[in-house]
């Protein structure tokens, strides 16, 4: 299967739109020349548990996938938590790029930690 690239947008409040989040990775993607495959829209209160959120489609990304997001409080509520993400992305060879902070990490990275 061929590497895809999923946007990750994520509200807090039904009343929050994810409008903003879609114009910067829609912008990324047109001037890095990138479709975006999938879109991840999801409405949960990052107070809730990890599990609350479900996370699950990152299970399903395959190595060489690549997950965009506007920016890093869209991904975790904590460093803590991030960091387990971005770690859990790299060891599966997933890259991940969040576009407010300019960070990429191409899978390849060994301990982020």
């Avoid at 946007?7 to 989040?21: G, H, N, P, V, Y």
């Amino acid at each position: 299967m061929n590497p895809v690239t999923i946007a990750l947008l994520r509200c807090s409040t039904d009343t929050q739109t994810d409008e903003r989040q879609e114009l910067v990775i829609s912008q990324w993607a047109l001037s890095n020349e990138r479709k975006i495959d999938r879109w991840i829209r999801t409405t949960v209160s990052s107070r809730k548990s990890v599990k609350e959120r479900n996370l699950d489609f990152l299970q399903q990304l395959q190595a060489g996938d690549t997950l965009v997001c506007s920016d890093l409080s869209r991904v975790g509520r904590s460093v803590s938590e991030l960091v387990r993400i971005v770690t859990d992305l790299n060891k599966a060879n997933v890259n991940f790029i969040s576009l407010k902070e300019n960070i990429f990490f191409d899978g390849s990275d060994l301990d982020i930690s």
